[in-house]
Every structure is written in structure tokens, then in C-alpha cells.
């Protein structure tokens, strides 16, 4: 594994279903992050986690959990998918939570709710 | 509130030079960053400003002015591949990053 990887890579998923995004990093970054994308609009944090064991909320958190037992991974779980859950997601990890330093992004999870 | 703005779309011509500006409303202020997002992939790191001024990295570079709430990224000698989205992104008085929208730019031959 090089940088961060994503999975599935996209999904299409009926409204009521649970579903878990991975991630996993291989770079030893304390932090972590899952943001969502849509068209016209910026990158919205869901969830972060500064270091192993600690999660937070970020802007759009409702529908979404995240866990962060150990350093490289950081899975995303949506309870019951609902259709504005539709968007891409995009996991991205550094090296500090207080970061002056830059996020590096997975390649994305494209997912669509019915 | 907080704010990021952003042009949705510009384009130019191969060759040449583009301004991108970006100008924000936030709670607090910790640096700004440029990435840039090819179509399909995710965004990758450009630039970091935290100091007001210009930052200079080969074909691009970054303002900043704090006071203005106010950035750009210029980008010269423009290539077919810097056909891309450029978001601005402001990191806050949480450390949480602040993400504009993005600018499409097409660039033409």
C-alpha cells in the first residue's frame, strides 16, 4: 500500500441499507478525516480523528459514525442510508490535527442511495 | 458564517498566465491552501500560505493578504494538463479546513 486507499472504489446502495467505507493509510499520520463532495458545492467534513482512539464531529456529521482503532485505519458507516447521502467521499489523512500540514487524499469513494 | 468564494468556472489559453482569486470569511485563520482536482480524482496539494505575500513553486504561485481576506493562485505558461478544479481552503481558528467551492479552469489551444 502506497499513501491512502479507499474501498469500495463506488456502490450503489438502496435507501434504508448500512454501509461501511474503508480507509486505510500507510503513512503513520496521527490524523484523519471524511469529507464529502458535491457538485457546487466545497468539500464538507463529516468526521475526523486527531489520533487513534479520539473521533470528532465536523460539519455534516448526522447519519454518519466513524471509528479509529488503530493508526492506519479510520472506516466511515452510514446506519441507514439515506438519497442525500448520494456524493463522493473522499478520505485524507496528515500528519498533525492541528495541521499546518498538508492532507493527503484517497481516491475516493463514489456512492449512490436509491 | 464562514466563507469561501470562489470564480465557478474561467478559462484560458494555452501558454498564457490565469489569476484564480479567492477571497474568505472565517472564524480565525491558521493558513491557506491551494489544491488542485483533476476530473475523477482527488484533490492534491499546491501551496500553503500563512504569512502575507507571494509564494513562489516553478509555474505557480500564491498571494495572500490577511487584512483583505484575500488569495490567488496564478498559474503561468499554461499547459493542457492544468486543465483542472482549484480549490481554496482556509484553515480555522478549530483547525478544521474551510473549503471553497473550487474553479474549474479550461484551458484551450
Known amino acids: 500500500i502506497a499513501g491512502i486507499t479507499q474501498a469500495p472504489t463506488s456502490q450503489i446502495l438502496a435507501a434504508g441499507r448500512r454501509m461501511t467505507l474503508r480507509c486505510t493509510q500507510d503513512?503513520?499520520?496521527?490524523?484523519m478525516y471524511w469529507y464529502r463532495q458535491d457538485l457546487g458545492l466545497g468539500l464538507r467534513l463529516i468526521h475526523y480523528?486527531?489520533?487513534?482512539?479520539?473521533?470528532g464531529k465536523g460539519e455534516v456529521p448526522d447519519g454518519y459514525s466513524v471509528s479509529r482503532a488503530n493508526t492506519d485505519d479510520f472506516p466511515l458507516t452510514l446506519a441507514s442510508a439515506v438519497p442525500s447521502q448520494t456524493s463522493v467521499y473522499f478520505c485524507?489523512?496528515?500528519?498533525?490535527?492541528?495541521?499546518?500540514?498538508?492532507?493527503?487524499f484517497g481516491p475516493g469513494t463514489r456512492l449512490t442511495v436509491l | 458564517g464562514q466563507n469561501i468564494d470562489q470564480p465557478t468556472e474561467m478559462t484560458a489559453t494555452e501558454g498564457a498566465i490565469v489569476q484564480i482569486n479567492c477571497t474568505y470569511q472565517?472564524?480565525?485563520?491558521?493558513?491557506l491552501f491551494w489544491y488542485q482536482q483533476h476530473a475523477g480524482e482527488a484533490p492534491t496539494f499546491l501551496s500553503y500560505n500563512v504569512l502575507d505575500g507571494l509564494e513562489e513553486k516553478g509555474r505557480f504561485s500564491s498571494f495572500l493578504s490577511r487584512s483583505k481576506g484575500y488569495s490567488y493562485l496564478l498559474l503561468k505558461e499554461l499547459q493542457m494538463k492544468d486543465s483542472a478544479s482549484y480549490l481554496c481552503?482556509?484553515?480555522?481558528?478549530?483547525?478544521?479546513?474551510?473549503w471553497g467551492a473550487g474553479t474549474k479552469l479550461i484551458i484551450k489551444p
Open positions: 480523528s486527531n489520533t487513534a482512539g479520539t473521533t
Open positions: 485524507a489523512s496528515s500528519d498533525s490535527g492541528q495541521s499546518y500540514n498538508e492532507q493527503f
Open positions: 472565517t472564524s480565525g485563520f491558521n493558513g
Open positions: 503513512m503513520r499520520h496521527n490524523a
Open positions: 481552503a482556509v484553515l480555522d481558528s478549530n483547525y478544521q479546513l474551510i
